[in-house]
């Protein structure tokens, strides 16, 4: 019996953490994205990268606390490379040409399991196709935004997509050695 409610407080605690992480995480991007200008952007890349990224799957940290931190500085770098790809026609062209070769890369290896989110047969082929569909609604928002004179938008929608491809790679290259 006490073993019963020892198991009850851990589920607790687990479950209390994650959403606090999970609260802290969505007050550091509207923090960020109100300190530094980048409102929109914050807020875009945070909705396109868990999207895509939820099926998607690839490298995720062993732990809570490296997973926020590791996010943290995913999500900052994100916002820097959104901020940058939006400075010159080049940077542009560079940051759509990471997004062709991600997209392509993530449409051929996703889903990737892990051993925080192992997915068994019928769950690889729904993820795969979801992540499919998210990539090809992601490129025809990049495009739309880009066409109505948003590219802030449009350029999180394409980060988003490089740092899943990213994680992807990261994690096949783990799952590989």
Not at 113 to 123: F, I, R, T, V, Y
């Amino acid at each position: 019996r006490p073993r019963s409610l020892l198991v009850a407080l851990y589920k607790f605690s687990f479950k209390f953490l994650s959403n606090f992480l999970g609260s802290v995480h969505l007050v550091i991007v509207i923090l960020v994205g109100l300190l530094f200008g980048c409102f929109v952007e914050s807020v875009s890349f945070s909705v396109f990268f868990s999207t895509i990224r939820s099926y998607a799957g690839g490298y995720h940290a062993p732990t809570r606390t490296r997973c926020f931190l590791q996010s943290l500085l995913v999500f900052l770098f994100s916002i820097g490379a959104i901020k940058l790809s939006l400075l010159s026609n080049y940077l542009l062209i560079f940051t759509l040409t990471l997004f062709l070769a991600s997209s392509v890369y993530i449409w051929k290896t996703a889903p990737i399991a892990n051993e925080n989110k192992s997915l068994d047969e019928n769950e690889l082929v729904i993820f795969r196709k979801k992540t499919r569909i998210i990539i090809i609604l992601d490129a025809f928002c990049s495009l739309f935004f880009y066409i109505i004179a948003l590219p802030n938008i449009s350029g999180a929608a394409m980060i988003a997509v490089v740092m899943t491809g990213f994680f992807c790679l990261l994690a096949k290259k783990s799952n590989n050695s």
